[in-house]
């Protein structure tokens, strides 16, 4: 990789959204495929890719990928897709700790990642970052039809917390030539679904369908490319239609 080329840093790049967004990035980017499990043979298979493992819930390690980030050039994007959620269960059947844990990965990580990613593009005086967040940011339960009784509470406020992040990273770095913006994505093939409640949940969608690791990482490469240089604290919504406001 001894080529200079702009570096995106992409969290939870070993499956899923994370990995379709590395992929989408590796074509123009030097890509740091970030996760908490190993990406090394997910790296291989893409050129100009490099595996690191992180934490997103410690902030030293978030400092550690910045640090091998820095080693390949400068950092132009940033793509936080890590993220975490537990089975539907009430408010009030709700452990503490899971409460905690779902906070800590899906927002307290989302902080610590911005925060570790800021000095080095102040630095260069530009870059994009794109965090995910969800529909259900906006609806406060996860399952589309959900009779309200289990709304994954903790995921929902997680998530609903990464878009006032979103809204308050892009409000102070704007002066800086640095935008922020954040994706919300419906259902989405290969996630967080089993396939066997794909159709059930495609039912309820108005475009019939899931939508695809690869539509959420075209949302949060428009994001960061210079087709969006005059948008920052906006969340776009990639739902098939099940949330329209």
């Not at 570790?116 to 260069?124: D, G, N």
């Not at 428009?222 to 098939?240: K, R």
Request: hydrophobic residues 45%; contains cysteine.
């Amino acid at each position: 990789m001894s080529e200079q080329r702009p570096v995106a840093i992409v969290t939870g790049a070993a499956s899923n959204i994370g990995l379709a967004c590395a992929q989408r990035f590796a074509a123009t980017h030097t890509v740091i495929m970030a996760d908490i499990a190993d990406a090394t043979q997910q790296a291989a298979s893409l050129p100009h890719a490099v595996a690191v493992r992180v934490n997103v819930g410690e902030f030293d390690s978030c400092l550690n990928l910045v640090a091998e980030a820095r080693k390949y050039g400068r950092i132009d994007a940033v793509v936080h897709s890590a993220g975490i959620t537990r089975p539907a269960c009430s408010i009030l059947d709700m452990p503490v700790e899971e409460w905690e844990n779902v906070i800590k990965v899906n927002l307290t990580g989302a902080f610590f990642l911005a925060k570790a990613c800021i000095p080095p593009m102040l630095e260069a005086g530009q870059g994009a970052m794109v965090l995910f967040s969800s529909r259900a940011a906006k609806t406060g339960f996860a399952a589309l039809g959900s009779n309200g009784a289990k709304t994954k509470a903790h995921y929902c406020a997680s998530k609903a917390g990464v878009i006032s992040l979103v809204k308050s990273l892009a409000m102070e770095l704007a002066p800086y030539g640095i935008r922020v913006n954040g994706v919300a994505p419906g259902p989405v093939q290969g996630t967080m679904i089993p396939k066997e409640s794909w159709p059930i949940i495609a039912e309820k969608v108005p475009l019939n369908r899931l939508g695809t690791p690869e539509e959420m990482a075209e949302g949060a490469w428009f994001l960061c490319s210079p087709q969006a240089a005059f948008i920052t604290g906006h969340i776009l919504d990639i739902n098939g239609g099940t949330l329209m406001d």
